[in-house]
């Protein structure tokens, strides 16, 4: 069995950064939950700020575990920051930027490619077991199923209800219509299972639990649970289910070689949910992006401690696998860094003040390097549908924020600050050749899965015209053969158009 050195020297290393964090002789091999939520924003956890609803297992996990209080996911909506964080790359960097969705003409054929090296690979790599429950949305084609990238078992809801609410156990259609208010406990149910017929071996758990993205139901036992409607009453059933796979992780006897991560894709829908930062879901201010991250290992950390270092999605693939002592892929830049020395009390191999860039979809919007935030100028062609924020559309000039004395984005000192404006600009410069723009390929950017070689990759409808006929007949009619129960429910252009509205709003 291979055990990392940084495992066998954990014993005696003394905490710099953390030193209320206790560092013990580390076993190798630990099991690993990565339970990640959808939609759920910054303040939506009792111990992230929440008021009104309880999360007592959640708040269990930080107080034992490190709290991060300046977590950014990789995008501000489902798809992308699902990819980053199972590649360990900015979702442009990966080639999945863009919010799949199945339905629409200019998605349907794309996914996650093959060719990418998922989290769930680098486990199996090591020999251990790869289980995924919940949501996926990263191509509904058979050529980006979980299966083609690196897990073993499958279980749940792979798309939004709004898109596609099949459910499948492997591959065998369980339901047609998911029962929503039973969602929760399905997920929960086959977590304890899988801990308990699988604890005895190494195991990767990916929870990607559907909620509180919308549509959602709250079990019978949880409604008017909360004090803030049905969206409490699941967040608080949520939290039961993190409580039931603790007891049975302390049932099988792996409680103290089990690492839980718990964090959410992106943020909320509604501000209040994204307290104290501005924006929501969709956007590039701090609300869209900043979420809870919390890790929780007790044979590792021996006494919970709050953590204000910025981290981002992408350090998560380097750190679990430098924690299974797997080596990271070689020629394929990522962009995080392991997480690891701060467990250890020691500086990340990242500065503090490197730039994070915001993209939506292919529009680089804002970049931060330390405490600054430049939101960058951009047009109305330029924003990704499911983007209502004008705030920035057709300025002149970028804005900066100070986010040290100006978390909620609301004063700009562009004006005062003219020379970290210009050298935060070059910065925006240098990454669009590399990690591209609208409707404009970066050098740096890897190949968008594609169920069809050779065709086009474009993010939006209203963008769809610009390839040429033949091609999109071309496009059609392969999706038909692959789906030709497509054939048998024809509709109307007036039906079809109000249809696609609702689905984009429900992305």
Known sequence: ????????????????????LGIAQTPARPNVIFFLTDDLGYSDIGCYGATKVKTPNLDRLAADGVKFTDFHTGASICS??????????????????????????????????PDEVTLAEQFKKQDYQTFMIGKWHLGKEPEFHPFRHGFDHYYGMPNNAGHSSHFYDGEKEIYTQTPLDQLTKLYTDRAVEIIHDHGDQPFFLYLA????????KAG???????????????????????????????????????????????????????????????????????????????????????SDTPVVAMDLFPTLS??????????????????LPLLQGK?????????????????????RHGNWKLHLPRTTKQLPFWDKNKTFTNIESPVLYNLESD?????????????????????ADETRKELGEFMQRGSGQRATGSAIPGAPIISHGKDWPTVDADTRDAIHAERLKRHPELNQKPATKKAGNKKRKQQEAAN
């Open 209 to 216: 639990h559907n909620y509180p993205h919308t549509p959602y």
């Open 1 to 20: 069995m291979k055990v990392c050195n940084w495992l066998l020297l954990a014993g005696i290393l003394i905490p710099l950064l953390i030193p209320s």
């Open 407 to 427: 978390i909620a984005e609301s004063t700009d000192v562009a004006a005062a600050n003219p020379e970290v404006v210009q050298q935060m600009v070059r910065m």
């Open 347 to 367: 500086p990340l191999a990242r500065p503090d003040d490197e730039p994070f860039y915001y993209y939506n979809c292919e529009n680089l919007q804002a970049i």
């Open 220 to 306: 019978k036992d949880f409604v008017r649970s909360s004090k803030d409607g049905v969206r409490g009453d699941v967040i608080q059933e949520l939290d039961w289910g993190v409580g039931e796979m603790m007891k049975a992780i302390e049932e099988a006897g792996i409680a103290e070689n089990t690492i839980v991560i718990f964090t959410s894709d992106n943020g909320p829908v509604k501000p209040q949910y994204a307290a104290p930062y501005r924006g929501t879901k969709y956007v590039t201010f701090e609300g869209g992006h900043q979420v809870p991250f919390i890790i929780y290992w007790p044979a590792v950390i021996k006494q919970g401690v709050q």
């Open 80 to 113: 992308p920051s699902r990819a980053a964080f199972l590649t360990g790359s900015y979702p442009q960097r990966c080639g999945l930027y863009m919010g799949i969705n199945p339905i629409r003409d200019e998605h349907w054929f794309l996914g996650l490619n």
């Open 322 to 339: 430098e924690i299974i002592c797997e080596p990271l892929p070689a020629e394929r830049k990522l962009d995080g860094v392991s997480l």
